[in-house]
């Protein structure tokens, strides 16, 4: 009888049928829906809002064609902020990448209290951007920053032209803020690709007698070239949208020394200009695609 009674117990806590099918519909359709809302229709709106033109007088969207991508391919401004975004992400991805690999060599060790240290390297990454951006704004302030204050000690810098005032600083001075947050990811990336390699080969290289050098270039280097692949492919994609440093370092100056393709689209956007400033999201996006499909099929990344 307490059989026939668990029986009929299990039976009604059964799952639904759809849920016990081989068919992985169900299983696929949540993340399905997530995706269609937050990717698929803001970027399909995005190319609808980039095909029309916003009428002053009637505040409507009416349709244009190719209007807006006529008018960003011929706007002076759009190009100058595409130069300044590459510039700004092949040289913080450079120096991030060098300094995360250099930094993961030195904590590549089982040595006490070098654990900690390895922990502590996330503490930069749970820092807000906007707070990172705070920080390094007050820290490079011309009268009373920190960072400038030892900037003119040195020599570096003269106190009558501070790191934010000048074209040819200003981006470096956004720079510092993104190398200082995102340079930990880059080491503990490394470090992980570093403990994953065999042993085997740096111990016959110490028995031939190669130097450090010689390890790390020719055993090390080549080793690690997918981990580093895929550390460039995901910083890269992150710098060339960068947005907030810029906002809250120096909003995009001096002028428009600073001025990034993202922080340029968003200052179209708040005046208004909805559809210009989708067509230079969707500009960022086309570049995005290209250069990375490039760099994958060049460096044959595998994920």
Do not use: C
């Amino acid at each position: 009888m307490s059989d026939a009674v668990s029986v009929e117990r299990a039976r009604g806590l059964a799952l639904p049928r759809f849920l016990t099918a081989d068919s992985p519909v169900p299983w696929l359709l949540p993340i399905t829906a997530m995706l269609t809302v937050f990717g698929l229709y803001p970027l399909g709106y995005s190319i609808w809002l980039s095909l029309h033109k916003r009428n002053v007088l009637t505040r409507q969207l009416d349709f244009a064609g190719g209007y807006q991508w006529v008018k960003a391919f011929s706007d002076a401004r759009m190009w100058g902020a595409l130069e300044t975004t590459l510039l700004y992400t092949f040289v913080a991805l450079a120096l991030q990448l060098v300094l995360g690999i250099l930094i993961a060599l030195l904590l590549d060790t089982d040595r006490r209290g070098y654990g900690v240290l390895r922990a502590m390297m996330t503490l930069p990454l749970v820092v807000p951007p906007a707070v990172t951006g705070m920080m390094f704004l007050l820290m490079q302030d011309g009268s009373f920053g920190v960072l400038s204050f030892y900037l003119y000690a040195l020599d570096l810098v003269s106190p009558a032209r501070p790191l934010l005032t000048q074209p040819h600083t200003a981006l470096i001075a956004v720079m510092l803020a993104d190398i200082w947050q995102w340079t930990p990811f880059m080491v503990l990336i490394m470090l992980a690709g570093l403990r994953s390699l065999p042993k085997d080969p740096f111990e016959a290289a110490a028995i031939d007698g190669a130097s450090a050098v010689q390890t790390f270039f020719r055993l090390t280097l080549p080793m690690l070239r997918k981990v580093i692949a895929v550390a460039v492919l995901i910083r890269g994609v992150d710098l060339f949208r960068i947005y907030d440093y810029v906002y809250i370092i120096t909003a995009g100056g001096p002028g428009t020394a600073t001025e990034t393709l993202s922080f340029y689209a968003g200052r179209i956007y708040f005046t208004g200009d909805f559809p210009y400033a989708a067509t230079l999201s969707l500009i960022v996006l086309i570049v995005l695609i290209v250069v990375s499909n490039i760099f994958v099929r060049v460096f044959k990344v595998r994920f």
